[in-house]
C-alpha cells in the first residue's frame, strides 16, 4: 500500500514539475517577444518621419542579417516562419509598394535626402504564428 502511495506522489510531484517547466518557458518566450516587438511597435504608434523610418529599416536589416534569414535571387529576405522580418513601404507619388532592401540598395543618405521631413504611418503589421515576433510592416507616405 505505501509502495503505490509513494508511486502516486512520484507521479503527482513528477506532473507538478513538468508543469512548472512548460509555464516558465512559455511565458519567458511571451515576455522575450513583447520585448523585441516592442523595438518596432514604437514606431507604429503615430505618423514617424522618413528618417525615423529609415532608421527602423536599418534595424530590421541587421536583425535579419542577425538571425541569418535567407535570401532569395533578388537579394530579398525570405520568411522564415520564426524572426524574419520585412518593411515595406507605399510613396504618395507611386501605387506601387517598394520593400525595405530596394530603399536600402539605393542608399540611406538618398532616401534621407529626399524623405526626412515627409511622414510615414504603419497601416498594416503582422506576426509570426508560431513565435509572435512581429514579421511584416507596411509604411505609407501622409
Not at 526626412?116 to 504603419?122: A, G, P
Not at 503582422?126 to 509572435?132: L, P
Request: hydrophobic share 35%; glycine share 2%; net charge positive.
Amino acid at each position: 500500500m505505501k509502495k503505490n502511495l509513494l508511486i502516486l506522489f512520484g507521479i503527482f510531484l513528477l506532473t507538478i514539475v513538468i508543469f512548472t517547466y512548460f509555464y516558465y518557458n512559455y511565458t519567458k518566450l511571451t515576455k522575450l517577444a513583447k520585448q523585441y516587438n516592442q523595438e518596432y511597435e514604437n514606431y507604429t504608434k503615430e505618423a514617424i518621419l522618413g528618417s525615423d523610418l529609415m532608421t527602423l529599416i536599418n534595424k530590421a536589416t541587421n536583425q535579419n542579417e542577425k538571425n541569418q534569414v535567407q535570401k532569395d535571387e533578388k537579394k530579398h529576405y525570405l520568411e522564415n516562419e520564426k524572426n524574419s522580418i520585412k518593411i515595406e513601404v507605399k510613396f504618395l507619388e507611386s501605387d506601387k509598394i517598394y520593400p525595405m532592401e530596394a530603399i536600402s540598395y539605393l542608399g540611406s543618405e538618398a532616401f534621407i535626402k529626399n524623405y526626412n521631413s515627409m511622414q510615414f504611418i504603419c497601416t498594416k503589421k503582422e506576426y509570426h504564428k508560431n513565435t509572435n515576433y512581429i514579421k511584416y510592416m507596411l509604411f505609407e507616405q501622409i
